[in-house]
């Protein structure tokens, strides 16, 4: 004990002779490294929020979401023209 405490005076740690002594130090740390990832936390998921461009702010309604599907597919070649400006019709209805 006479060892630890001529340390804790040599480097100048006489206040962690009592009381919470080291464990309150690592506690205190380990408290800074959370509050610290629950700031960069917070940071990462308001920016990913706010920056996401890719998905449109009024969610498409079905009908232009399968003209969107039957425009695309046409494009593809996966269908012909009489075939696509059949469904359109269909679809506009």
Request: charged share 25%.
């Amino acid at each position: 004990m006479f060892a630890a405490t001529t340390l804790a005076q040599r480097f100048g740690f006489e206040h962690m002779e009592g009381g919470w002594s080291w464990g309150g130090a690592v506690f205190m740390g380990l408290m800074v490294v959370l509050f610290v990832a629950l700031i960069v936390w917070f940071i990462i998921t308001v920016a990913g929020r706010r920056g996401d461009t890719g998905a449109p702010s009024v969610m498409p309604t079905s009908s232009s979401r399968a003209k969107a599907l039957l425009d695309e597919r046409f494009a593809k070649g996966e269908m012909d023209r009489d075939d696509y400006l059949q469904r359109k019709a269909d679809l506009e209805g």
